[in-house]
């Protein structure tokens, strides 16, 4: 069954401080995998995208790492700020009779406080 | 700003009301979709629409009514809804349905509660 999941489910930490959040999948066949940040009230934004030839991508402060041969994702967040306050959310495409399929995980709850 | 509007952004209602809630993008995306989104539980996919045409309903009961009448604009018209649809529902597009590399750009949400 295709699944994906996160953790941990939610996770405080000091504003300057890093963290790192976990994404593990059984997907079949795997086609990418991005992360999404969903901001208190707000739609899910797109953060990194990750397909399988790539191991590490960044973007500003957050960098993704993806290994294939385990089915784990990673996503660092260095030097937190407030704004980093939200929802991370993992999610697997995976290739479905020639029609690609998305697999949300349940996210990860960061709360970044003074 | 993401290109995808929805409306109302809060809704109450009662079990025997009929409410519609809409999305509008302007991305000139060709697939439009409806979420689900409970607490501490993954998105739940509803509906797609690909080129105004429905192409997945992922077993959604009844009460929930989708409405594509072009590739801009979806609705979710609500009837004799129950306690436990009431969530946040999220609107996306995408370039097209299962095609390019999946990213979809929702919009703000419409949060439901059903009294």
């Known amino acids: 069954k295709n699944q994906v999941e996160q953790s941990p489910q939610s996770l405080i930490i000091l504003e300057g401080k890093n963290c790192t959040l976990q994404c593990n999948y059984t997907v079949s066949p795997f086609s990418n995998l991005r992360w999404y940040k969903q901001d208190t009230g707000r739609g899910p934004v797109s953060l990194t995208i990750m397909t399988f030839s790539e191991n590490t991508k960044s973007n500003g402060r957050y960098t993704a790492t993806l290994d294939a041969d385990t089915k784990q994702s990673s996503l660092h967040i260095t030097a937190s700020q407030l704004s980093d306050s939200a929802s991370y959310i993992c999610v697997v495409r995976v290739l479905s009779g020639g029609y690609n399929k998305l697999i949300f995980g349940a996210g990860t709850r960061l709360a970044v406080h003074p | 700003e993401t290109g995808v509007t929805q409306t109302p952004r809060h809704l109450v209602m009662g079990m025997t009301n009929k409410k519609s809630l809409k999305c509008e993008q302007h991305l000139g995306h060709n697939a439009m979709y409806w979420y689900k989104q409970s607490a501490k539980k993954p998105l739940e996919l509803m509906f797609v629409y690909n080129f105004k045409e429905q192409t997945e309903n992922n077993s959604v009961p009844s009460r929930f009514s989708p409405e594509c009448p072009n590739s801009s604009h979806l609705f979710l018209h609500l009837h004799t809804l129950q306690p436990e649809d009431s969530a946040l529902y999220l609107c996306?597009?995408?370039?097209?349905?299962?095609?390019?590399?999946?990213?979809?750009?929702f919009g703000e949400g419409s949060r439901l509660t059903v009294l």
């Open positions: 996306a597009s995408s370039q097209q349905a299962g095609g390019g590399t999946g990213e979809l750009f």
